[in-house]
């Protein structure tokens, strides 16, 4: 995803951490909660419910559900991403760890051939742990799970082996922003930062464009434990890094499908105006969006203006606006 960021206009950064800490999940594990942790998630998957889906398969006997995921994770690629927000990108990348296969089914999903049709390589925990540790040893500044609903079970388990091999990297949560409550709780003083989408303010819109089910009250239910969990300073490092909190991403669709008004402004006013928004004006046509008469064109300069009000009219005080026209190439 390109996402070249600007900081907010009325240039209010987040604050430097005041003494940032290493990333909790090290007590975690130091206090054995770490592994305690790793068996709930992976009970889940005997009855699969960690998404707002519930399709409640065995997923270790073989069942699948919806998503297409089963047992051990597949990844899709692992590399240092460069555009990210600036605090998760820096200047060596984030290591960003793409899963295949997805909770939902976005017609204009771009990258559907990993989300929907399944290209990936299957790996197991082990390996995942070595995918960490070498982007760690690259110099990364983070592990950025990018669509991990579907395998949180395996990150922990993966966490669990690579956390007395060295590794001591923040944790980033990725995400379509369709999780459990439960799933994100057991994820409490794991992951260090949040990354979840808030896709859309309209049930009917969620399930037609993306096939998610419930996404509005799923979506502002998880938005609300992580809040709980990090609140909204985006805590950084010495260096400009961000080592704790969240960022939530808002792509502005054509024709107000996203709706946009009513997302910044719940967030605004139910959350809190200094939560990070990261506001995107990267929409284009893919997969089965190409040639569609409303989603076959991407936002123009009107709809993103009006996004643009939004952010100011809901008094949104931290975050980055893309500049219409960056990605037009
Ligand atoms: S993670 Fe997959 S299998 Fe589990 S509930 Fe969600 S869609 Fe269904």
Redesign the pocket.
């Known amino acids: 995803m390109k996402t070249s960021c600007t900081p907010e206009a009325n240039g209010k950064a987040a604050r430097p951490a005041e003494g940032a800490s290493s990333p909790s999940y090290l007590a975690l594990h130091a206090r054995g909660e770490l592994s305690a942790r790793v068996d709930r998630a992976r009970e889940m998957l005997h009855h699969?419910?960690?998404?707002p889906?519930?399709?409640g398969?065995d997923?270790l006997a073989g069942e699948l559900?919806?998503?297409r995921?089963g047992a051990d994770p597949v990844v899709a690629s692992w590399n240092a991403h460069p555009w990210e927000e600036p605090p998760i990108s820096g200047t060596r990348g984030s290591g960003t760890i793409f899963f295949t296969h997805c909770?939902g089914r976005c017609l204009f999903c771009q990258n559907y051939p990993i989300s929907q049709l399944g290209v990936g390589n299957q790996v197991n925990a082990a390996q995942l742990a070595e995918m960490m540790l070498e982007l760690q040893a690259r110099g990364c500044h983070n592990i950025n799970w990018v669509s991990p609903?579907?395998y949180v079970p395996q990150i922990l388990a993966a966490l669990m082996l690579a956390i007395p091999q060295g590794f001591h990297l923040p944790l980033v949560y990725n995400t379509s922003g369709y999780d459990s409550v439960e799933t994100i709780r057991l994820l409490d003083s794991v992951m260090d930062i949040y990354l979840p989408d808030a896709k859309y303010a309209d049930d009917a819109i969620a399930l037609r464009l993306s096939g998610f089910r419930g996404y509005v009250a799923a979506n502002r239910s998880a938005l609300r434990e992580m809040y709980a969990q990090v609140g909204d300073e985006l805590a950084l490092d010495a260096d400009g890094l961000a080592v704790r909190g969240m960022i939530i991403r808002h792509m502005v669709l054509p024709e107000g499908l996203s709706g946009t008004h009513e997302v910044l402004h719940w967030i605004a006013g139910q959350l809190s105006p200094r939560i990070h928004l990261s506001l995107m004006a990267q929409y284009f046509p893919a997969h089965k969006a190409v040639g569609d008469p409303v989603l076959g064109r991407r936002i123009n300069h009107e709809e993103y203006i009006e996004a643009l009000e939004a952010f100011d009219s809901a008094q949104i005080e931290c975050g980055w606006r893309q500049e219409y026209g960056e990605c037009d190439e």
């Open positions: 699969c419910c960690l998404c889906r519930e399709c398969v997923r559900g919806y998503c995921a909770t609903t579907h």
